[in-house]
């Protein structure tokens, strides 16, 4: 169990165990802002090395606006969630700790202003229900996490470069085999309430699931979106149900 990332963080430590997390899973601890070196290390030395943001200043304000406003009405507002469209073809999104939020450009383009708040919104879920962390934190370990925090301030040497090269592929390949049934079905559920908070349509997280499925059949997989261990069908049944029952 982690009680303390580093001494010079002041921060409140609280320990956070996400409702509707498993029982018997260990509750994540650790700090907000030390979950937000971990997202900051990350976005620094692994996203950043592999993607490019894409160049288009108009459409990153726009989804700056959505995701900011979806961040406002998510249950978690003591982080700062940044949004960069990523320059890449795939139909892809994902999160880092800490409030980092990445769609790819490819699955950008085929949103509706109502489907790309349903995208950020089930990604806002997953960092405010700390699942990213969490997984982080299972694969990597405690060490490697501390390397990140370590990073996020700043830190270089040796040793704390090593865990973050070690880091890197196990952070892909854990968002490429996606979050667990519960967690997804709970991102899901979340980013339903999100999406009425903020006045978007409720049910637009199931038509993004429906058009992606369509196009790309029902066996697809895609990194994150549709790569998750419960069928998307029952997950389309599912947002509609909550959708229907409201907030
Ligand atoms: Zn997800």
Redesign the pocket.
Known sequence: MVCCFCAGCATTRRPVVPSGQPPGQPAVVISSAEEVQVGRSMAREIVAPRYVPWNNSVEQRRVNDIGRRLAAASDRRDIIYSFQILDSPDDNAFALPGGYVYIFRGLYEKLDEGGLAAVLA??IA?VAARHVLKHMQSALGDEVLVGLVMAGLGRKDPEVSRQIAGASDAVFDLLGR??SRQ??LQ?DALAVKYLTRAGYDPYALAGVLESLMKEKGKTARTF??LN?PVRTGERIRKIGQEADAGF
């Open positions: 089930h990604q997953h996606g979050y967690e997804e991102a994150e979106m998750a």
